[in-house]
């Protein structure tokens, strides 16, 4: 579940000439709006690129070092602009290269910068942050093996570098990373050169989609890297750390599952595949899974169901991505419910007869199973059990009720018209109604916004009326 930020970062500092001072929250506005998380993000430009340049020692954990290059569009002209970032000592920031005029810390994570000159709409511009210290955020896990990573869900890019951190806002990712000679760092997308100097090495990745922050990743191990191809040529890389298992058989399923995940939404949408797989972290906080864009991270191992679910998520949160956080069931319902779709295809598993009425027969007596709203769930909920099972249910139910034929052509439909961009739940309703050609209103209002059990004919449509009480 997640975790609202600390407010280690509130402290003030000097540091190298730039005053960093806790503002009042009115001095200057931030957040982007999310419902949620009024002050995550932020307003007044648009992301392009990161490039994100960080030295890391495992043997000095209490050490990060950071040069981060943050490339934007303004959407309208811009005094002073904020970036999240949490905790470090903040040694300069330039804005196109000429030192900004201030540099103050506002909240638990706001970083306000004020250029030399205003930024006109419409420019483009590249705000340069340098820092060190120890990575405070959620985000940042030091790992059972003595390296690190970041992962987590809704927050995790601001515990090692300064963002605009909103799913609403994707850039493309840069990553250069150095380490200790013997040390590997995986990150997103496509390794560039790796090079060796001063007992150092440096790595290269970039991920040249779009990328929701939380997304992003960087892992640093003594891994063992293997690599492999899908069936188009996409080439396929997976790290494991030194205690990992490394199951071949379960690792040669990857193309099969991508292939088949492709038949039911549509052709895979990055460049590259495969999976960081870690030992656990030491602090116990990270999440088992998370679907890290182009190569999701697991703990311990991974098999095919584990697949099947974080590669859902290239498609429906990573490529597709949330408007806002009340939009999780536009992720998790779909990634839980590709796990049936796996189950039904490939061990030719009846979903009516089994996995539905099994979830009925245990929850259909239960109020509390139903409670959940599957849109718009309430802040701290977003990422609630109830959108894994009531919400593959859900999606069960509205393939009965509208036809294999309107519901995967929906599915396709949705990747096809929203591809590397956001969208949101009243937008999959809208979208699932024209498709079918059906009056869905009762039918969503039933599932994805009551909190209590569906009346008889949505809980029971199509086939699944077999299993209704008579």
Not at 414 to 441: I, M
Request: glycine residues 10%; negative net charge; proline residues 6%.
């Amino acid at each position: 579940m997640p975790v609202r930020r600390s407010t280690a970062a509130l402290a003030s500092a000097v540091v190298a000439g730039i005053v960093l001072t806790a503002l009042p929250a009115s001095a200057a506005p931030g957040g982007a709006g999310d419902p949620y998380y009024p002050q995550d993000g932020n307003s007044g430009y648009d992301v392009t690129e990161y490039d994100v340049r960080v030295n890391y020692d495992p043997a000095h954990p209490r050490q990060l070092e950071g040069d981060t290059t943050v490339t934007a569009v303004a959407t309208e002209k811009l005094d002073r602009l904020h970036l999240d970032l949490e905790g470090f000592s903040v040694t300069s920031v330039t804005v196109d290269g000429t030192p900004a005029r201030s540099v103050s810390r506002e909240d638990a994570h706001e970083l306000v910068i004020t250029p030399a000159r205003p930024l006109a709409k419409n420019a483009r511009f590249a705000v340069r942050v340098r820092y060190s210290g120890k990575p405070v955020g959620e985000g940042w896990h030091t790992l059972a093996d003595g390296g690190a990573n970041a992962t987590g869900e809704p927050h995790s890019a601001t515990a090692w570098y300064p963002a605009n951190d909103h799913p609403s806002d994707k850039a493309t990712f840069r990553l250069t990373a150095t380490v200790p000679t013997g040390w590997t760092v995986m990150g997103n997308g496509r390794p560039g050169a790796t090079t060796e100097a001063g007992g150092k090495t440096t790595f290269r990745w970039y991920e040249d989609r779009p990328m929701a922050t939380f997304l992003s990743t960087i892992a640093i191990d003594k891994f063992t890297v293997r690599t492999s191809k899908l069936s188009d040529g996409t080439p396929v890389i997976h790290a494991y750390s030194p205690e990992a298992t490394v199951n071949a058989e379960d690792e040669a399923l990857l193309p099969e599952v991508i292939d088949f995940l492709a038949s039911k939404f549509g052709p895979y949408p990055f460049s590259s595949a495969g999976g960081i797989v870690i030992t656990g972290n030491d602090d116990d906080t990270g999440p088992l899974a998370l679907e890290t864009q182009s190569r999701p991270t697991y703990v311990g191992s991974f098999f095919d169901i584990a697949m099947v679910h974080e590669n859902t998520h290239q498609w429906f949160g990573n490529s597709v991505s949330i408007s806002d956080w009340r939009d999780g069931c536009l992720a998790e319902c779909f990634a839980q419910y590709a796990s049936q779709l796996w189950d039904e295809e490939k061990h030719g598993a009846d979903l009516d007869t089994g996995f539905y009425r099994s979830m009925l027969e245990e929850s259909a007596a239960d109020p509390d199973f139903w409670t959940t709203r599957l849109y718009d769930p309430g802040a701290g909920d977003e990422l609630a059990s109830g959108l894994y099972f009531k919400g593959s249910m859900m999606l069960h139910a509205l393939r009965r009720y509208v036809g294999d034929t309107a519901f995967f052509g929906t599915l396709k439909r949705w990747q096809r018209d929203h591809r590397y961009g956001n969208a949101s739940w009243p937008q999959f309703e809208a979208l699932a109604q024209e498709v079918s050609g059906k009056d869905l209103t009762g039918f969503f209002g039933a599932w994805a916004h009551g909190t209590t059990v569906p009346a008889d004919k949505y809980l029971y449509p199509g086939s699944l009326g077999a299993l209704a009480p008579h």
